[in-house]
């Protein structure tokens, strides 16, 4: 799994996301025939990547197996379409993601539905001649069509978040739905889904989210918000019980339209000799 953090400014978008990395590989076949799919994770992968000319690029979360190579090798070697037309854009866009569904399908296709990893992508793509990024989330999940959304989030997660979504939010939503079933209105219990839909509304008292303008946040302040953020969960995780779902150094990506296009690369670690320090 992943934390996943996404700062959208009016003239940049930053990603930052942590280094560990669960990919699934097959080890035999059971008595029946059917493939063994186990997963196995890495704690030094890079999952943000731009794209070959710079236009954009994409955060991975999940599986991040693509046939025989990952998703952040097949983006890397591709190019985002950068076009003007928004509804053009949309349907580059379309196509570029049903060219890895196409590949995706074709590795894992003699394995039932149910044993497929889900992967989800979040894109960002510049447009010739604009000055405003747009966000993307794109799902795969088992033999469906991808589904590709325009996001209008300012400040978005993606992963493993539950920690950071607390303080983003100023609630734990499984915390506040289970006190909820415990409350009683006369002999009847709260309907937790009244207790959601009132968090999901505007309230008088805003929170730390709705606080927070990256509109005209400087970049430098966007990359720290989005290292906070995605530091806090790693930590959390790290002292939680139970296995930890993302850790490992920092890498943060910017996608910058103004006053020029280009990729800002900072990478939370380096290769190096396996025996040094």
């Known amino acids: ?3 996943a953090v996404a700062i959208r400014t009016l003239s940049a978008i930053i990603f930052a996301a942590d280094s560990k ?4 590989g097959r080890v035999g076949y059971d008595k029946d025939g059917e493939a063994i799919v186990v997963p196995q ?9 731009a794209d070959c000319n710079s236009t954009g690029m994409a955060a991975v979360i999940g599986s991040a197996t693509l046939g025989k190579i990952s998703f952040m090798d097949y983006i890397a070697s591709r190019s985002l379409p950068a076009i003007p037309d928004d509804a053009a854009q949309e349907t580059a866009l ?3 993601v049903e060219e ?5 399908t074709e590795y894992w296709g003699d394995v039932p539905e149910e044993k497929w ?3 989800v992508l979040l894109l960002a793509t510049s447009a010739a001649g604009s000055h405003s990024p747009a966000l993307w989330h794109v799902e795969y999940s088992g033999k469906k069509n991808p589904v590709l959304e325009r996001l209008t989030h300012r400040i978005y997660l993606e992963g493993s978040y539950r920690q950071v979504f607390s303080l983003l939010y100023g609630y734990d939503s ?3 739905l289970a006190a909820a079933s415990e409350i009683k209105v006369g002999e009847q219990t709260l309907d937790p889904n009244l207790m959601a839909e009132a968090l999901g509304k505007g309230l008088k008292v805003l929170k730390p989210v709705e606080q927070i303008n990256p509109h005209v946040m400087p970049i430098q302040d966007a990359m720290d918000l989005a290292f906070f953020l995605a530091t806090a969960q790693v930590q959390m995780e790290r002292f939680l019980p139970g296995e930890a779902l993302c850790g490992g150094p920092i890498d943060v990506m910017v996608l910058k339209t103004a006053p020029v296009q280009e990729i800002l690369w900072h990478p939370g670690k380096e290769l190096h000799h396996p025996g040094s320090r």
């Open 1 to 3: 799994m992943t934390i």
């Open 174 to 176: 499984h915390v506040v």
């Open 117 to 119: 990893p889900d992967t």
């Open 21 to 24: 990395l669960t990919t699934y």
């Open 100 to 104: 890895m569904a196409a590949l995706r």
């Open 94 to 96: 379309r196509t570029f």
């Open 41 to 49: 994770t890495y704690d030094n992968a890079t999952k943000i990547v």
